[in-house]
């Protein structure tokens, strides 16, 4: 019997003799009504819910009922997320990973009925109608049809429920993760709403709010759902230790990212220490203290009982396991509790005027209209380093790469395994391109230049690659990580999965890949891919992740580490390698060449006044990617070149060891082959029979 089925059959009562806590059954609701009463009293401590003077009051239910159903909303929207994540990457196959898809379902059918009920208080409050107003239905209609924002919520909804009914439909941790993918995609739609798009900052606000739902949802509905999955008896002690123990790290990363997202959103809204003092800011510090709190818990949590439920508490003894058991619950209870105080002053942040409002940008310049942000200095040298625009995802994605090598590499370490150094010091390198490339002058000057934005794409494409590829990221994750025996995924299970998968299979094929690298760039700009990267924020990060992982693909099929496609012939792939260098240079002629500007509506209209004009630096622009990103390829055929010597000389050495065994016998049998052939050719021909 597996391990798996072990799990998924003993009966809770046979499993674990230890009772969980009656009282636990009360903390989930415990923390809802602690939210509630947040939002209510922070929204009563700023005014937030009183009526405006001079405007028509749409209620006081709708004043008061709108924070209500919206903290409701985000606590539902935790509870999904949190639900399919830990079915996806933490909760063992069999009934564990059911009851969590269960109780997604659920929550997405609460989360999808509470945002209706969301929406339609926010049309009130908006247009200050009752909903008992002659005429609110037909009004909400134009609302949800014609209004970004309405439009915006009615796409949550049907997003919301649509994750409810797949969630309840799936029966795999894959399904649990496409699942919790869609569940993403409306919490990027709830980071759009309240924003203006030509206020400033518009894409740092837009990122550090989804990085900030995100984090805190995978937080509270991650601790939430492991409870409830414990008290319905679907994880026995040791499901529920190692469970514990691989949601201990998700907690870690969202703590980390609600706090450097709330960081930003508090630097975007109260500008300095003096919107401190603001009812705004006075909130900021209320949740900053919250938050740390939970932090402390979470330690607590890390150091306290992660550790006692896996290894001391196990050899100690059932009293001692007891103890641990009811030291967690009491931290779950009391943290849930701060969690939900936590979300009730949020939603009552997000309906306080902030010292800096989020409005658009007044008597704005034509570069401001488009883009925007203002227009940059005239591009100099200096420039490329000096001026910087944070990207937060990416730039929380590198940090978080880079963070998570340099623990890999430093288990083996711990272990006495080597690990090359190069091979660490190459994965450093190529995370601080991409950090600069994505946050610093590339990402500022590519907005309002063609030719700054080819910088950043072949960059992108074929000098971080590269480095990363030589990094062997893969080899390093299946070395470091240990490999799961109860049916569930992590990380090495996850990333194995993507490398031996059809999809990936086909994906990583070298001359897939080699077609991928070069005719995404005719695809990209030459339709409306291109305008789109430069209009929204998603189609920017797009671009990012697409042309990363197109030249990570077909580095990896010419100079790979990590196990993947079956890789052809060094002669081959330097043939590969030399006609995608023929494709950018046609490419690049193309460009220098054309006279039509590319997005004229975007490059045309910055009203520049430094620097070459838009079509010219369209035209220099394909000199970069003609000159400039050829040099990264001939590096990298060099790069092919040395492993081709390098296994020439491997095989050299693997010959000369095994003639050493058997006395080299390949040779004597070939000079034995040559012997017999040429005794063949010096004997007589065999005499005719003559015809009769």
């Known amino acids: 019997m597996t391990p798996t089925a072990r799990t998924s059959k003993i009966p809770t009562s046979a499993a674990d003799t230890t009772r969980n806590p009656w009282w636990l059954i009360l903390a989930g609701p415990v923390a809802v009504v602690v939210a509630v009463l947040a939002v209510l009293a922070a929204g009563s401590f700023s005014g937030a819910f009183a009526p405006l003077t001079g405007f028509p009051d749409p209620g006081v239910a709708v004043r008061w009922g709108l924070p209500v159903s919206t903290v409701l909303t985000e606590l539902a929207v935790a509870v999904t997320l949190g639900a399919l994540v830990l079915a996806a990457c933490v909760f063992p196959a069999g009934r564990p990973l059911q009851r969590s898809l269960g109780v997604a379902g659920v929550a997405a059918g609460a989360w999808a009925v509470l945002t209706v009920v969301q929406l339609v208080l926010r049309y009130s409050s908006i247009s200050t109608t009752p909903v008992t107003a002659p005429g609110f239905g037909a009004q909400l209609g134009q609302f949800v049809s014609e209004v970004p924002l309405g439009r915006t919520l009615l796409a949550i909804t049907i997003v919301a429920a649509s994750t409810s009914a797949i969630a309840l439909a799936v029966r795999s941790a894959t399904g649990a993760l496409w699942t919790a993918g869609l569940a993403l995609v409306a919490i990027a739609l709830q980071s759009n709403t309240g924003h203006a798009a030509g206020s400033a900052s518009h894409e740092l606000a837009i990122s550090s709010m989804f990085l900030h739902l995100g984090g805190a949802a995978l937080w509270i509905g991650g601790l939430a759902v492991l409870a409830v999955v414990r008290v319905r008896g679907g994880l026995d002690r040791q499901a529920f230790a190692d469970s ?113 409002p989020d409005a658009p940008i007044t008597d704005a310049t034509p570069a401001e209209i488009v883009t925007g942000h203002p227009l940059p200095v005239e591009l100099t040298a200096a420039e490329w380093f000096t001026q910087w625009r944070w990207d937060l995802l990416p730039a929380f994605a590198c940090v978080a790469a880079l963070v998570v090598y340099l623990r890999w590499a430093r288990r083996l370490a711990q272990r006495g395994d080597a690990w090359p150094v190069l091979r660490t010091v190459s994965w450093c390198t190529g995370i601080a391109i991409m950090f600069w490339v994505t946050s610093g002058g590339p990402a500022m000057y590519g907005h309002v230049l063609f030719s700054a934005h080819m910088v950043q794409h072949m960059i992108l494409a074929m000098v971080v690659p590269v480095f990363l590829v030589l990094a062997a990221p893969v080899t390093l994750l299946v070395r470091a990580v240990p490999g799961r025996r109860d049916g569930s995924r992590g990380p090495r299970e996850w990333v194995l999965a993507v490398v031996t998968s059809k999809v990936g299979q086909f994906f990583a094929n070298p001359l897939v890949a080699a077609m991928n690298f070069a005719g995404s760039m005719i695809v990209f700009y030459y339709t409306p891919a291109f305008e789109l990267s430069l209009t929204t924020y998603v189609g920017h990060l797009a671009m990012i992740l697409h042309f990363t992982l197109a030249g990570y693909l077909f580095a990896n099929a010419l100079v790979g580490i990590d196990p993947g496609p079956h890789r052809p012939g060094y002669p081959q792939r330097l043939l590969l390698l030399f006609a995608t260098m023929a494709f950018h240079a046609f490419f690049g002629v193309a460009l220098v060449s054309g006279e039509a500007l590319l997005v004229p509506e975007w490059f045309g209209l910055l009203g520049r006044e430094w620097g070459p004009t838009a079509i010219e630096d369209q035209q220099r622009g394909g000199a970069v990617a003609w000159g400039v990103g050829e040099l990264p390829t001939l590096v990298l055929a060099i790069v092919v070149a040395i492993s081709w010597t390098r296994s020439d000389e491997r095989d050299a050495r693997r010959r000369d060891r095994q003639a050493d065994r058997d006395g080299d016998a390949e040779l004597g049998e070939y000079n034995a082959m040559l012997a017999k052939m040429a005794a063949n050719d010096t004997q007589p021909p065999a005499p005719r029979s003559r015809r009769r």
């Open 244 to 356: 514990v123990a691989r949601y201990s790290p998700i907690a870690g990363w969202s703590f980390v990212a609600v706090g450097v997202s709330g960081v930003v959103n508090a630097w975007i809204r109260v500008g300095g220490l003096d919107g401190l003092g603001t009812d705004y800011g006075i909130l900021i510090l209320t949740k900053i203290a919250l938050i740390t709190v939970l932090g402390v818990i979470g330690f607590a949590h890390r150091e306290l009982v992660v550790r006692r439920l896996l290894t001391g508490a196990a050899a100690a003894g059932a009293e001692a396991k007891d103890r641990t058991g009811w030291l967690f619950w009491r931290l779950v209870a009391v943290e849930l509790s701060v969690m939900g105080a936590v979300s009730g002053v949020a939603v009552a942040l997000g309906s306080t005027a902030p010292p800096i």
